[in-house]
């Protein structure tokens, strides 16, 4: 059975930082590309960062990039997601995703959010101002 599992959501402050993990299993983790994703009541869900597979190169969508950083644990078969200088509008349920034959490219800009194959159920961000 596949498994995404989200954790390390919370409260935090204008300009902190939080840490999202990700952990996986039932899949061939290294073979998968992983993305992170975030959705506002009411908004469409957006990609913000993805982990390529094979390669492991990442890709991160303009407005987190510098602040946010992914990486990913082949050992532990868990991706996380460092936060830093949280502002209010990052506020929103964070959701991991993987899929073997996601392009990250897409995934954060394009269409490719909407073929991703195995989703997490999401933790809860919330920044206050």
């Known amino acids: 059975e596949v498994q995404l599992v989200e954790s390390g959501g919370g409260l935090a402050q204008t300009g902190g930082s939080l840490r999202l993990s990700c952990v996986t299993s039932?899949?061939?983790?290294?073979?998968?590309?992983i993305g992170w994703f975030r959705q506002v009541p009411g908004k469409e869900r957006e990609g913000l960062s993805c982990?390529?597979?094979?390669?492991?190169?990442?890709f991160y969508r303009d407005s987190v990039k510098g602040r946010f950083t992914m990486s990913s644990d082949n050992t532990k078969n868990t991706v996380y997601l460092q936060m830093n200088s949280l502002k209010p509008d990052d506020s929103a349920v964070y959701y991991c995703?993987?899929?073997?034959?996601?392009?990250?490219?897409?995934?954060?800009?394009?269409?490719?959010?909407?073929?991703?194959?195995?989703w997490g159920k999401g933790t809860l961000v919330n920044v206050s101002s």
């Open positions: 039932g899949f061939a983790f290294e073979n998968y590309a």
């Open positions: 982990i390529a597979s094979r390669n492991r190169n990442t």
């Open positions: 995703a993987a899929d073997e034959y996601a392009l990250c490219g897409t995934v954060v800009y394009g269409t490719g959010i909407y073929g991703m194959k195995y």
